[in-house]
């Protein structure tokens, strides 16, 4: 096992202290790190102590430890989970390889842009939601929220990491541009699309959690494949992390959902008004919020049919997701039909080739396990007696990135006029009026163990602690 050096400047298991070169690089790095934080980090709670979960090293049965720490305090490190020795390419034309301990010239440009594309989501998710803090549904969800945050940080760190050991002063450069685009900025935005809608309630913080991360977990998954193997072991210890951000949203999303059923049995109603009144979403709203998040997170994964994938995998740069499971690695002829709009208002089969449909594969890939989540808040539905069902929109719908961007459809997926999805898009998006009654839900809950009216309790507290306990002191 690697040994994690926890009194540096900088907590790692990259030996960091025997390169001093790449050592002065990245503590020269790290207050602009915690400038960006001080600006663009969670706002206004940066003396407050929170009860948080920190990296200490990549062992299974104890690789965190908790405490009350202020956040700016928080030690961001670098770790990498432990070398594989005599790891081969698993996938590509050049299986069956050694697997590479610095990135090849030929591949460096595209290894970079990719690692930057990763990085840049990182910061751009704490920005997204730098002011939630203000409107808490609980203390208990307030530190889940900065629990994210400082974890994304140390994403962040992992990505500026590989850019400063491996990409020289380009890599520097990089990195540094990782903390100058902003999410939602006009002239400096992040670089995909989702990470520049803004997020201004917990609803949505929790679909993005749900969603949003586990679109994270996907890339990271297609990562902890790839034939560098620094970036696979990064990759590979942030899913660690990641399980809780979607836990997170699960939860947060379930428990939104079990309050509205409490209110709907209490009141013997289903009708939006009551429901609005008596101050809980009703489950259409939370259906359109849904629909949002989850089209937002579908185009992260790229075109269904895209030649830098198809690269990616040749090269051994981004294999799939749990690449074990395939039956074949090189898939160097093999084709699949992925569905194309028409020209004619309607849908055709398209034949392409599986190096060129693998972000379709792996979006297909996230559509189940989507799906796992929406059978458990169906679960709790059914038990209620209430006669709906959540469910995921087709991936034709509302789609900005691939083969149906801008092509109008309704959430099945059938092609619509895009007047018709204009007078329409109000019913299955979350329109001004919905909007605006989600936000004015959010109010601050700051006694320990209490919770907004509008969502439920968590089944359980933070390691073991009691729900009621003081999360954050305030
Ligand atoms: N928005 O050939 P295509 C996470 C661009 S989330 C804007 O289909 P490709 C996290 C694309 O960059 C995981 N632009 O793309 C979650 C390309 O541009 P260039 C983040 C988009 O390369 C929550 C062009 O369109 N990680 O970790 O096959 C909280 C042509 O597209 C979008 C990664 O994304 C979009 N949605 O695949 C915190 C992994 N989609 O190069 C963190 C790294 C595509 O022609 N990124 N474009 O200028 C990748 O692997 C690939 O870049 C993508 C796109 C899968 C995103």
Same mark, same amino acid.
């Given at each position: 096992?690697?040994?994690?050096?926890?009194?540096?400047?900088?907590?790692?298991?990259?030996?960091?202290?025997?390169?001093?070169? @790449?050592?002065?690089?990245?503590?020269?790095?790290?207050?602009?790190?915690?400038?960006?934080?001080?600006?663009?980090?969670?706002?206004?709670?940066?003396?407050?102590?929170?009860?948080?979960?920190?990296?200490?090293?990549?062992?299974?049965?104890?690789?965190?430890?908790?405490?009350?720490?202020?956040?700016?305090?928080?030690?961001?490190?670098?770790?990498?989970?432990?070398?594989?020795?005599?790891r081969k390419i698993g996938f590509g034309d050049h299986m069956g390889q050694d697997v590479w301990?610095?990135?090849p010239?030929?591949y460096?440009?595209t290894?970079?842009?990719?690692?930057?594309?990763?990085?840049?989501?990182?910061?751009?998710?704490?920005?997204?939601?730098?002011?939630?803090? *203000?409107?808490?549904?609980? @203390?208990?969800?307030?530190?889940?929220?900065?629990?994210?945050?400082?974890?994304?940080?140390?994403?962040?760190?992992?990505?500026?990491?590989?850019?400063?050991? *491996?990409?020289?002063?380009?890599?520097?450069?990089?990195?540094?541009?990782?903390?100058?685009?902003?999410?939602?900025?006009?002239?400096?935005?992040?670089?995909?699309?989702? !990470?520049?809608?803004?997020?201004?309630?917990?609803?949505?913080?929790?679909? %993005?959690?749900?969603?949003?991360?586990?679109?994270?977990?996907?890339?990271?998954k297609s990562f902890a494949e790839s034939a560098f193997?620094?970036?696979a072991?990064?990759?590979?210890?942030?899913?660690?992390?990641?399980? *809780? *951000?979607? %836990?997170?949203?699960?939860?947060?999303?379930?428990?939104?959902?079990?309050?509205?059923?409490?209110?709907?049995?209490?009141?013997?109603?289903?009708?939006?008004?009551?429901?609005?009144?008596?101050?809980?979403?009703?489950?259409?709203?939370?259906?359109?919020?849904?629909?949002?998040? !989850?089209?937002?997170?579908?185009?992260? !994964?790229?075109?269904?049919s895209s030649s830098n994938a198809a690269n990616y995998f040749s090269n051994g740069i981004k294999g799939r997701p749990d690449e074990a499971k395939f039956a074949d690695h090189v898939e160097a002829d093999s084709e699949m039909?992925?569905?194309?709009?028409?020209?004619?208002?309607?849908?055709?089969?398209?034949t392409i080739g599986v190096r060129n449909g693998m972000n379709e594969v792996t979006?297909?890939e996230?559509?189940?396990?989507?799906?796992?989540?929406?059978?458990?808040?169906?679960?709790?539905?059914?038990? =209620?007696?209430?006669?709906?069902? @959540?469910?995921?929109?087709?991936?034709?719908?509302?789609?900005?990135?691939?083969?149906? =961007?801008?092509?109008?459809?309704?959430?099945?997926?059938?092609?619509?006029?895009?007047?018709?999805?204009?007078?329409?898009?109000?019913?299955? @998006?979350?329109?001004? =009026?919905?909007?605006?009654?989600?936000?004015?839900?959010?109010?601050?809950?700051?006694?320990?163990?209490?919770?907004?009216?509008?969502?439920?309790?968590?089944?359980?507290?933070?390691?073991?602690?009691?729900?009621?306990?003081?999360?954050?002191?305030?």
């Open positions: 096992m690697s040994t994690i050096d926890l009194q540096a400047l900088i907590p790692n298991n990259v030996h960091l202290g025997e390169n001093r070169q @790449l050592q002065r690089a990245l503590e020269h790095w790290q207050p602009a790190f915690l400038n960006w934080w001080d600006e663009m980090g969670p706002s206004d709670f940066k003396a407050k102590e929170v009860y948080l979960r920190t990296a200490v090293g990549v062992d299974a049965q104890g690789w965190a430890s908790y405490g009350y720490t202020p956040m700016p305090d928080y030690r961001w490190g670098i770790f990498l989970a432990d070398k594989e020795e005599g301990q610095d990135v010239g030929e460096r440009s290894f970079r842009r990719l690692i930057v594309t990763q990085g840049d989501t990182e910061p751009a998710s704490v920005e997204q939601q730098r002011l939630l803090g *203000h409107t808490a549904p609980s @203390l208990y969800d307030l530190r889940n929220l900065f629990q994210v945050n400082v974890e994304e940080g140390r994403h962040l760190w992992a990505m500026v990491y590989l850019l400063h050991a *491996h990409f020289g002063r380009d890599g520097r450069e990089e990195a540094e541009e990782l903390l100058m685009r902003h999410s939602g900025d006009a002239d400096k935005p992040r670089i995909l699309g989702t !990470f520049n809608e803004p997020m201004d309630n917990w609803l949505s913080f929790f679909m %993005f959690t749900y969603f949003t991360d586990r679109d994270g977990k996907f890339q990271l193997d620094p970036l072991r990064t990759t590979r210890f942030m899913l660690t992390e990641e399980a *809780h *951000h979607m %836990f997170v949203g699960e939860t947060g999303v379930g428990r939104v959902i079990k309050r509205t059923l409490e209110v709907m049995k209490e009141l013997d109603t289903d009708d939006k008004a009551t429901l609005r009144q008596a101050g809980v979403v009703d489950l259409p709203t939370i259906q359109k919020y849904l629909n949002f998040w !989850f089209t937002s997170s579908l185009d992260l !994964f790229g075109s269904e039909v992925i569905q194309v709009p028409d020209g004619n208002g309607g849908i055709k089969n398209e979006r297909l996230y559509v189940k396990d989507c799906n796992i989540g929406i059978t458990r808040w169906n679960m709790a539905i059914k038990r =209620a007696g209430v006669q709906f069902e @959540l469910k995921l929109p087709s991936t034709r719908f509302r789609r900005e990135v691939g083969v149906w =961007a801008g092509v109008p459809t309704d959430p099945h997926g059938h092609p619509i006029a895009q007047a018709e999805f204009d007078q329409r898009k109000d019913e299955w @998006l979350p329109n001004d =009026a919905d909007k605006a009654f989600v936000k004015s839900l959010m109010q601050r809950v700051t006694e320990p163990g209490k919770m907004a009216a509008w969502i439920a309790p968590p089944d359980r507290g933070i390691n073991a602690n009691p729900v009621d306990y003081e999360y954050v002191k305030l």
